[in-house]
């Protein structure tokens, strides 16, 4: 619910930072919750009709071989001090890449402050993934002010205002959404169209994360060349599907009306969201706060505590000893 101050917060450093290169590629590095911010950047650029530099989305503890000093390296750690973001990190460093970082504490501030590369810090103090539009607008901020615009400061602007109209509108669905997943005691499946794959995605992990379910996704035109066989003869029909639709994109609501009547033939539940808000930036906050705060009430439903996350925390006290590189 802190979001309009979030994007409020990034609207007003919108603009300090400006790249005096053009880069060959944008490369965009974190994982879990703040790599998603690369996948919302990839999809905005894919779909915004500029032209942009091409984006690559790493989630991993490697940068491709091909990068250079050429391209620019954004590293996203909320915390400061995931490793495999530090890997990646240092491995742009040595490579010579430009890099931003992007981070509110930690190893990664100490490197921004110490080595003068250019930061977005962001408030601290709040879990990871409740914090992806104030990195995500910091990251729209820079390459709008660097010749690189995915998104205008306008739209941006634009889209705060929207969340301002809809923030009510987006937690009644929510609490709605979250009853229904919480009276069919079912696993979920995620099933959309593109260009949402993104919002799938930041759904399953909010999920995943606040409520402690496993979630499947799922989506069209790809879906109808494997996954729909799957449904053919499924092990077991313990699945509630979400159907994630835009109900603007004619192409994609037929597809996601298709594939309604699959997993019903099939015998699973369905319940079908349309996202509402004008451009795809409105869309894709819209649905991704009405992931996250319908994945926090399930998590009050199922008397979990949403912000607690053990196993990644059993994760990253060995992670040292799984990547050695
Ligand atoms: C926790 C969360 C996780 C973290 C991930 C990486 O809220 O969402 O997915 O984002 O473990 O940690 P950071 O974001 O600190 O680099």
Redesign the pocket.
């Known amino acids: 619910m802190g979001w309009i101050d979030q994007i409020s917060r990034a609207l007003e450093k919108w603009g300090s930072i400006s790249l005096k290169k053009m880069p060959r590629t944008i490369v965009v590095t974190?994982?879990?919750?703040?790599?998603c911010v690369g996948d919302y950047i990839y999809s905005l650029a894919w779909n915004s009709g500029k032209a942009s530099a091409p984006i690559i989305v790493v989630k991993n503890y490697r940068l491709p071989s091909f990068v250079s000093e050429k391209d620019l390296v954004f590293v996203i750690?909320?915390?400061?001090?995931?490793l495999e973001?530090i890997k990646a990190y240092r491995q742009a460093i040595s490579k010579g890449s430009m890099v931003v970082i992007v981070t509110s504490n930690g190893y990664l501030l100490r490197e921004a402050y110490e080595k003068e590369i250019p930061l977005i810090k962001v408030k601290e103090g709040l879990?990871?993934?409740?914090a992806l539009p104030e990195m995500l607008y910091g990251v729209l901020g820079v390459l709008d002010s660097s010749g690189i615009s995915i998104v205008s400061k306008e739209e941006a602007r634009k889209s705060l205002e929207f969340l301002k109209r809809e923030i009510n509108n987006v937690l009644d669905t929510a609490n709605k959404l979250a009853e229904t997943i919480h009276e069919s005691n079912r696993n979920l499946v995620i099933a959309t169209h593109t260009p949402l794959e993104v919002l799938a995605i930041r759904g399953k992990?909010e999920f995943n994360?606040n409520s402690k379910i496993p979630v499947k996704i799922e989506v069209s035109p790809e879906w109808a060349h494997n996954d729909i066989v799957g449904w053919e003869k499924p092990v077991d029909k313990n699945w509630l599907v979400i159907i994630l639709s835009d109900p603007v994109d004619k192409v994609g609501e037929n597809l996601a009306n298709f594939m309604e009547e699959v997993y019903r033939e099939a015998g699973l539940e369905t319940y079908t969201i349309e996202l509402k808000g004008d451009s795809l930036l409105e869309k894709l906050i819209y649905g991704s706060l009405l992931f996250g705060l319908a994945s926090v009430k399930l998590a009050r439903l199922r008397n979990i505590n949403p912000l607690e996350?053990k196993s990644?925390r059993k994760y990253?006290e060995r992670v040292d000893k799984v990547i050695i590189t």
Do not use: A, L
């Not at 974190?30 to 790599?35: D, I, K, N, R, V």
């Open positions: 974190g994982m879990g919750g703040s790599g750690s909320y915390s400061g001090n995931t973001t879990v990871p993934r409740t992990n994360e996350t990644i990253k």
